[in-house]
């Protein structure tokens, strides 16, 4: 009987803007091919026809709150049931670049509340695997993205930006959750990201 093909993980890379998540999420998935392993690469918002809609408001206008969430919902509903449960099924590991934690992250920060936020989208996209939280002091990530905006706009930002930071590791205490400090090298984070990554793939 040929053996049954084991099922991907879901690897989700989560943290405030300037924590590494785009460059690990790269390096991790292409170590884990280069050792064999079945791994896409993939980030929310997504690459479908919601995901694209929501990026173009990044610049050419944001919509309310309410249009906004909504939007994120409709997005990972299709890139959970076109993307992400077939590759899992298919035994590929999917490294993705956010997902529902950042919703209860920055849309927590606009009002939301963020156990309803959780509750919301577990009931239709799955728990991941691993959950990596790349942590790091909001001024340290605000050095790296280099946005030093008006006195106005930091302070704003740096608020938004602990807000997400304290949800990210609300959820620390999950059998699927690491905490990651950022602060070392990018080569460091990756080599530790990869060694927890194997433990659970083999
Ligand atoms: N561990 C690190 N140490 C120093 N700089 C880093 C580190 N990780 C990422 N960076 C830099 O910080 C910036 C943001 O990295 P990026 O991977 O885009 O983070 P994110 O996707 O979380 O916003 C980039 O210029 C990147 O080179
Ligand atoms: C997935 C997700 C992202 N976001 C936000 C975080 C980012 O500011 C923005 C775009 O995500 P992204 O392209 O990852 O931006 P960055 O490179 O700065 O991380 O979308 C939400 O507000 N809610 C969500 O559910």
């Given at each position: 009987m040929d053996e049954q093909k084991k099922r991907g993980l879901l690897i989700v890379v989560e943290g405030i803007d300037g924590t590494g998540k785009s460059s690990q999420v790269k390096m991790l998935a292409d170590a884990l091919r280069s050792i064999g392993e079945d791994a896409l690469q993939d980030r929310e918002p997504s690459d479908g026809p919601f995901g694209?809609?929501?990026?173009?408001?990044?610049?050419?206008?944001?919509?309310?709150?309410?249009?906004?969430?909504?939007?994120?919902?409709?997005?990972?509903?299709?890139?959970v049931n076109d993307v992400i449960l077939p590759a899992l099924e298919a035994g590929t590991h999917v490294v993705l670049d956010r997902y529902y934690f950042s919703t209860m992250a920055y849309q927590g920060a606009n009002g939301f509340d963020v156990a309803e936020l959780r509750e919301t989208n577990e009931s239709f996209a799955p728990a991941p695997d691993i959950l990596f939280i790349l942590d790091l002091d909001?001024?340290?990530?605000?050095?790296?993205?280099?946005?030093?905006?008006?006195e106005a706009n930091e302070f704003e930002q740096r608020d938004a930006l602990?807000?997400?930071?304290d949800?990210?590791?609300?959820?620390?205490?999950?059998?699927?959750?690491?905490?990651?400090?950022?602060?070392?090298?990018?080569?460091?984070?990756?080599?530790?990201?990869?060694?927890?990554?194997?433990?659970?793939?083999?």
């Amino acid at each position: 009987m040929d053996e049954q093909k084991k099922r991907g993980l879901l690897i989700v890379v989560e943290g405030i803007d300037g924590t590494g998540k785009s460059s690990q999420v790269k390096m991790l998935a292409d170590a884990l091919r280069s050792i064999g392993e079945d791994a896409l690469q993939d980030r929310e918002p997504s690459d479908g026809p919601f995901g694209k809609i929501l990026r173009a408001s990044m610049t050419e206008g944001r919509f309310s709150p309410d249009a906004e969430l909504e939007m994120f919902h409709k997005d990972r509903r299709q890139h959970v049931n076109d993307v992400i449960l077939p590759a899992l099924e298919a035994g590929t590991h999917v490294v993705l670049d956010r997902y529902y934690f950042s919703t209860m992250a920055y849309q927590g920060a606009n009002g939301f509340d963020v156990a309803e936020l959780r509750e919301t989208n577990e009931s239709f996209a799955p728990a991941p695997d691993i959950l990596f939280i790349l942590d790091l002091d909001v001024d340290q990530a605000l050095e790296r993205i280099g946005t030093r905006g008006d006195e106005a706009n930091e302070f704003e930002q740096r608020d938004a930006l602990q807000f997400c930071r304290d949800v990210f590791l609300s959820v620390k205490d999950e059998s699927y959750a690491r905490v990651i400090d950022s602060s070392p090298s990018i080569e460091t984070i990756h080599a530790e990201m990869l060694k927890l990554a194997l433990a659970e793939i083999h």
